[in-house]
Each structure stands twice: as C-alpha cells, then as structure tokens.
C-alpha cells in the first residue's frame, strides 16, 4: 500500500526543514504483518526501512528502523551519520485512540539512539526536532483524514 507523496503544504512549517534536515516524502507498506516492511523516502535520498514488530488492525503498529543511506545525496545535514556510532534511528509506533465522542487521536511514538559525551545536551535537542518531525507527520495525516471525511 502506497501512502501518496506529501505536498510540503500538507504539513505546514516546521523548525526541522528550516535548520536544513529532510522532509518526509511518502511510505510505502508491502502488507500489513509482522514482518513486512513500511518504507518511509525523504529528501536528500535518505530512506527508513522498518520492519513491522507488532500490528493491530486497524488500530496500532510498531516498526524497528533501518536507515538505508545508499541513495543519499550531498545536503545540508549530517546525514551519513545516521546509523553510526553517535546517532540511530530504532523505532516507531502509531496508535490510534478512540474517544467517547466518537473522534480519534493518531498517537506517533519515536525511539533514538544517541552516544556522545554530551548525551544530555544532544538528547535536549533531538527530543525537540524529534517532536517537530512527529508534529509534522500528524499534520500531514489530520489534513488528509479531515479531507476524507
């Protein structure tokens, strides 16, 4: 299943983009099960694979990342670094939640690595970027459900 490419206006403006790091440009899931694979494309060439650890139909699932740089071009981030020693990607998780007045909220979790001597100081920032990239994604996904009804 393909998740159609994201206009950049889908998801607004957000501090990531601005400091130079790629935007997410579509996914695509090959099934829905344990074991298949979501691909996520971004900008620059940069790619996540993830792997689908846990699946509830229609309501939830996890993916463990692997970040395929085989395509990266030259950009304004650091993104060979991605997968290294210092910085990874290890997981995400969307959960649907179901509300009383029959609405729903798309819950997006994230899971990094980060091993440097200033873990503190990194991992202040990464939380940060980390919250604008989600926000982004949601945005995205709350246009796109409100604009199919």
């Not at 694979?37 to 790619?47: K, P, Q, S």
């Not at 997981?91 to 649907?96: A, K, P």
């Not at 819950?107 to 440097?116: A, K, P």
Request: aromatic residues 12%; contains cysteine.
């Amino acid at each position: 299943m393909l998740f159609r490419s994201i206009d950049e206006v889908e998801g607004g403006p957000a501090l990531f983009s601005q400091l130079g790091l790629p935007r997410p440009l579509f996914a695509q899931m090959t099934c829905d099960q344990v074991g298949c694979v979501r691909r996520g494309e971004w900008e620059y060439g940069l790619a996540f694979d993830g792997t689908i650890t846990r699946i509830v139909p229609g309501r939830a699932y996890w993916v463990r990342l692997e970040a395929d740089l085989s395509d990266l071009q030259p950009g304004p981030a650091p993104l060979d670094q991605i997968g290294g020693a210092v910085f990874d990607m290890v997981d995400d998780g969307y959960v649907i939640e179901e509300l009383d007045d029959g609405s729903a909220i798309l819950h997006l979790y994230s899971s990094y690595r980060v091993t440097t001597r200033i873990n503190w100081y990194a991992g202040w920032w990464l939380d940060r970027l980390m919250a604008d990239i989600q926000g982004y994604i949601l945005r995205v996904e709350r246009v796109r459900s409100e604009a199919a009804g």
